[in-house]
């Protein structure tokens, strides 16, 4: 079956470091993304990893290890705008369909 | 600017009636879809569509019909067979072009709820 499983909620502080992780188990592989979705508007994105390792985009990095379905996202810095759910997400080989996980809510407090 | 835009932001449907949610891109992108979102659950597909003219079904597709007539129009019909239509429906685009790279773009959303 085609699974990705994320954390509900996590909860961190201004200025902080946090690592959301995601593993999957699907059929195919073509790539996983990460996006981060605020309340009520619509998902953006925010990278893309295909090999393994760490991609890093300012205070934003995400790694992959596909031998054990596993990536993290990882947010440095942390800001009060960075409240939002983080969606994983893994796009099958055919290249046209992607499966989403649940996201993970992250609230940043003060 | 580029962008897609959906329409209406809020749709109410009454018991029996079919609902038709707009969905407009202009990235030039082949490839459209339409995901429902519940609470605490994550974007589960509805639609696709490759191409002008062709469309296949996702995972949620019974209740549901689409058509693909320009390639910047991909509409969403709710039909009175959808028995439970409220969630907030999120249209995307994509350039696959043999790139799987590419994100899918969304739009803002459109929120479905039952009088």
């Known amino acids: 079956g085609q699974n990705i499983d994320q954390p509900t909620e996590m909860t961190a502080t201004e200025g902080a470091i946090v690592q959301i992780n995601c593993t999957y188990q699907?059929?195919?592989?073509?790539?996983l993304f990460w996006y981060q979705q605020h309340a009520g508007e619509a998902p953006t994105f925010l990278s893309y990893?295909?090999?393994?390792g760490l991609e890093e985009k300012g205070r934003f990095s995400s790694f992959l290890s596909r031998s054990k379905g596993y990536s993290y996202l990882l947010l440095k810095e942390l800001q009060m705008k960075d409240s939002a759910s983080y969606l994983c997400?893994?796009?099958?080989?055919?290249?046209?369909?992607?499966?989403f996980g649940a996201g993970t809510r992250l609230f940043v407090k003060a | 600017d580029g962008g897609i835009t959906q329409s209406p932001k809020y749709l109410f449907r009454k018991e029996g009636q079919n609902v038709t949610l707009s969905c407009e891109q202009n990235?030039?992108?082949?490839?459209m879809y339409w995901y429902r979102q519940d609470p605490g659950q994550g974007l589960r597909l509805i639609y696709y569509s490759q191409i002008v003219n062709d469309f296949q079904k996702g995972d949620i597709a019974e209740g549901y019909s689409v058509s693909r007539e320009k390639k910047e129009s991909f509409p969403l019909t709710v039909t009175s067979a959808q028995k439970n239509p409220t969630a907030f429906y999120l249209c995307?685009?994509?350039?696959?072009?043999?790139?799987?790279?590419?994100?899918?773009?969304f739009g803002d959303g459109t929120r479905l709820s039952i009088l």
């Open positions: 990235l030039n992108h082949d490839a």
């Open positions: 990893n295909v090999l393994d």
């Open positions: 997400a893994v796009r099958d080989p055919g290249g046209f369909k992607t499966i």
């Open positions: 699907t059929s195919g592989f073509n790539g």
């Open positions: 995307a685009s994509s350039n696959p072009s043999g790139f799987s790279n590419q994100p899918q773009h």
